[in-house]
């Protein structure tokens, strides 16, 4: 089977949004420590340099009256982009390794130099709007690499699929009438942002190409795995996408202290393996995931280590999950997915 590439870098350790903030370094020394032991264990993983991002890669996402604001924060020990968006002097120089990185990861598995990859990096992005930052978020890396896939190397149809346990509004609003991107979400809901309904399905050319899925508080395993089962796995069948992109958020875990799911490291594994099929059948193997959410230590590394070997294993996914106490969720999503399948 072809090497997996991991994208990781001590620079992501800089980004400091002060004392007590849940986005803090050692979320990435976690999974350094994870990527060093992979891929000193055989030749199934590989390590990648990281570049940094420039000007227009960021403008292909993000107003350069944005961009310049987040500049200019290298000048402050500390700013807040917003309540919980907080910069130091280094943080501007960490998200453009942070984008940089995913897009050197997307350029080896266009190449394929590599069969997948998954890059962990810092800050977060999918909160990111195009003139705002949030959510812990400052550029929206996932959405930007979409946007270099379709600009570089020709996509017609990008996939992203999000299953942090926040709504990944940034990414849902960068493509929302857009018919070349389907951006699918699973989510606590109602909770932060607030968005994510299940009749937010896009507008204009892009009705229909949204796909959410609001889910209640205390939503495990076997409900995530149905709605995969009913929901998820079918519209990208549909949608037969050319590259596939995972915002891959752990903290809907069981243990994350700023959700309130119940997924464990096998959900996220069945998850994962359902992805990987689909990039199998549809985009000769061309996945990518990418590092979100994800805030209790040993919850972040213990699932990410799953992902990681899903990455280099053919095991189809199981969807033994049930579905029964989100019955009526399902439905309603079915319901408003008819009119456009």
């Known amino acids: 089977m072809p090497r997996s ?38 030749d199934r993983f590989e390590l990648l340099p990281l ?30 982009l917003d309540g919980d968006t907080i910069t130091c002097r280094d943080s501007f120089g960490v998200a453009l390794m942070a984008v940089g990185g995913f897009l050197q990861l997307l350029d080896a598995v266009a190449a394929a130099d590599y069969g997948n990859g998954f890059t962990m990096a810092r800050p977060p992005g ?24 379709q600009e570089k190397h020709g996509a017609r149809r990008v996939a992203i699929m ?9 990414s849902q609003d960068a493509f929302y009438d857009d018919p070349s991107v389907l951006f699918l979400s699973t989510h606590q809901y109602p909770y932060y942002p607030g968005t994510g309904a299940a009749d937010e399905a896009g507008n204009g050319r892009g009705e229909g190409y949204t796909v959410n899925v609001p889910l209640p508080a205390g939503c495990g395993d076997a409900e995530y795995l149905a709605v995969f089962r009913d929901i998820i796995v079918p519209a990208i069948e549909r949608y037969e996408p050319d590259w596939l992109l995972v915002s891959a958020g752990f903290d809907s875990h069981r243990d994350d202290p700023l959700g309130a799911m119940g997924v464990t490291e096998r959900g996220f594994g069945v998850m994962a393996n359902a992805l990987l099929e689909l990039a199998r059948r549809h985009t000769g193997g061309k996945i990518a995931f990418l590092l979100e959410g994800g805030y209790d230590l040993a919850a972040l590394r213990n699932s990410v280590a799953t992902v990681l070997e899903c990455m280099q294993s053919e095991e189809a996914a199981s969807f033994d999950g049930s579905g029964e106490r989100i019955a009526t969720r399902i439905r309603e999503v079915l319901r408003i997915r008819e009119r456009y399948w």
């Open 5 to 42: 590439a991991i994208v990781t870098d001590p620079v992501f350790l800089k980004h400091e949004p002060g004392p007590y903030h849940p986005e803090h370094p050692q979320r990435i020394q976690t999974l350094l420590d994870l990527a060093g032991e992979v891929a000193a264990g055989g």
């Open 51 to 80: 570049r940094a991002a420039v000007q227009a890669e960021l403008e292909l996402c993000h107003g350069s009256d944005y961009i310049d604001l987040v500049r200019s924060t290298s000048e402050h020990n500390r700013f807040a």
């Open 126 to 149: 999918h909160h990111a709007l195009r003139n705002r930052g949030m959510g812990f978020c400052l550029f929206n890396t996932v959405a930007i690499g979409a946007r270099y896939l």
């Open 162 to 170: 999000d299953w942090d346990v926040h709504h990944g509004n940034g």
